[in-house]
């Protein structure tokens, strides 16, 4: 929020129960998604490895949520990517993008099981074709926190997605985590990058569904 409020604990009324109705550019993420032409680019001990991945999204609406008087729309996520070569996962990513129509915000959550979470943001009009969030380690608000390991090993510096929305319905992504790997200079431009193309159309929101049937109070 810009200005916060004097009043920082009643909530907005008459909020709009339909997410998919208020989520601004993120209304384009909503489904389900899958692409076989991923490439990562990471740091190994005899240099850049290339990798073509497959990839999976599933992004679900979420019931409107307030913080006082923010108030939030969003899609949880969960991204699951191997390999061709390979059965086992090779990244696996839970979350949440989040838009404040007040102001523009948009922020992604990230959590994965390699000890790290993050919580990027930025700004974007609510028919934007791109949009991008960042993170920084150190920063208390949208920064970077992980575990003792990668933090001495392969510290994350910087984070940035950057989500260009195509007009053939699909999106595309890039990637870049600056890994500070011990021993090595300067910092590693850690990159990956895909075209996601829907396979299930968005659902709605649970409250949505309750309204329908007549079962919210």
């Known amino acids: 929020m810009s200005n916060i409020p004097d009043d920082i604990f009643t909530e907005p009324e008459d909020v709009s129960p339909d997410t998919l109705a208020n989520l601004g550019p993120l209304r384009r993420l909503a489904g389900v998604w899958q692409s076989d032409k991923g490439v990562d680019v990471s740091p190994k001990a005899d240099g850049p490895e290339r990798r073509v991945y497959r990839e999976h999204i599933r992004m679900e609406p979420c019931d409107p949520q307030a913080n006082g008087p923010q108030l939030l729309y969003g899609l949880r996520y969960h ?36 000890g790290q979470v993050v919580l990027a943001g930025g700004k974007a009009s609510a028919d934007g074709k791109h949009i991008s969030v960042e993170a920084r380690r150190g920063d208390t608000r949208f920064g970077i926190c992980s575990t003792t390991f990668l933090e001495e090993a392969f510290r994350t510096d910087y984070y940035r997605i950057d989500i260009t929305f195509n007009d053939d319905d699909s999106w595309t992504y890039l990637t870049r985590t600056d890994l500070a790997v011990r021993g090595k200079e300067p910092a590693f431009n850690h990159h990956d990058t895909n075209t996601m193309r829907r396979v299930e159309p968005a659902s709605p929101n649970p409250l949505v569904g309750l309204l329908k049937d007549g079962k919210a109070s």
């Open 79 to 114: 991204i699951h990517i191997n390999t061709p070569e390979e059965a086992i996962t090779f990244h696996d990513q839970v979350g949440y993008w989040l838009w404040e129509p007040a102001t523009g915000l948009i922020m992604q959550t990230i959590a994965i099981p390699r």
